[in-house]
């Protein structure tokens, strides 16, 4: 991770695209160290919102090729979760992208999504500001905390 953080915003992008992945990663640990080492707001908030964004996108594409079976077997992803996110998504929308940015089940929100042809135009904007959102509040409860110091 340090690495990352002595890349400061590229390496908040590319912490923030891999954590919209499936693979286990804390883009927060990195965009703290980040703003620590002297990074300023808005660039942080962009490199992460956008690489978050984008990785979320990667997901949706996954679901939309239709390949279940190559999510389990490459990405280790659970059938039966993807299934049932894909039965509570079915009828809700487009707009439950917002949610993608929600952890343990995000990944699986953006893979039922693409998997089940959901507006990308909608997907993309609902993804996006959840994302966004969630990075101002983080980065707000990081000022506030600093505050303390």
Not at 82 to 91: A, E, M, S, T
Not at 114 to 128: D, E, H, K, Q
Not at 135 to 149: H, P, R, T
């Amino acid at each position: 991770m340090e690495i990352l953080i002595e890349w400061g915003y590229i390496g908040v992008f590319v912490t923030s695209f891999l954590a919209a992945t499936v693979l286990p990663f804390s883009s927060e640990v990195v965009l703290t160290g980040v703003l620590l080492a002297g990074a300023t707001y808005w660039p942080c908030i962009i490199a992460a919102s956008i690489g978050n964004f984008l990785g979320g996108l990667t997901c949706y594409y996954l679901g939309y090729l239709g390949k279940v079976e190559w999510l389990q077997r490459y990405l280790k992803m659970d059938i039966a979760k993807i299934r049932k996110v894909q039965d509570w998504l079915q009828g809700k929308g487009a707009w439950m992208a917002f949610f993608v940015f929600l952890p343990g089940i995000g990944d699986f929100i953006a893979v039922a999504m693409g998997y089940l042809r959901a507006n990308i135009v909608i997907v993309s904007v609902s993804m996006f500001l959840g994302k966004f959102i969630r990075y101002i509040v983080w980065m707000e409860l990081v000022y506030k905390a600093l505050s303390f110091f």
